[in-house]
């Protein structure tokens, strides 16, 4: 079992910056891959950032050259640095460990980018 704790979420006007972190913790060597996703009220919970084991990283196409996934293994710690923030990323952002038999989840941190 793996236990995950977002946090950093905000509110950024546009054009500014969010970090995101997600601790996890518990039988993390079963983690297969880290990612993050946003979910809007009434809307499937989407994909963002992906990093796999091997350090691989994956982007969807809205968040390409804006967003950065990255770890710090001795921390036990996934971030996802948001640059150039949009009001359109506004969303409750989750952060996901990818195990054989699943997917363990945080609780969520809201994101709100408003002027």
């Known amino acids: 079992q793996v236990q995950v704790v977002e946090s950093g979420g905000g509110l950024a006007q546009p054009g500014g910056s969010l970090t995101l972190s997600c601790v996890v913790s518990?039988?993390?060597?079963?983690?297969?891959?880290m990612a993050w996703y946003r979910q809007t009220p009434g809307s499937r919970r989407d994909v963002v950032a992906v990093?796999?084991?091997?350090?691989?990283?994956n982007y969807d196409n809205s968040v390409k050259g804006r967003f950065t996934i990255s770890r710090d293994s001795a921390k036990n710690t996934v971030y996802l640095q948001m640059n150039s923030l949009k009001p359109e990323d506004t969303a409750v952002y989750y952060c996901?460990?990818?195990?054989?038999?699943?997917?363990?989840w945080g609780q969520g941190t809201q994101v709100t980018v408003s002027a």
């Open positions: 996901g460990a990818a195990l054989s038999g699943g997917v363990s």
């Open positions: 518990g039988n993390i060597h079963g983690i297969v891959s």
């Open positions: 990093i796999a084991g091997n350090g691989i990283t």
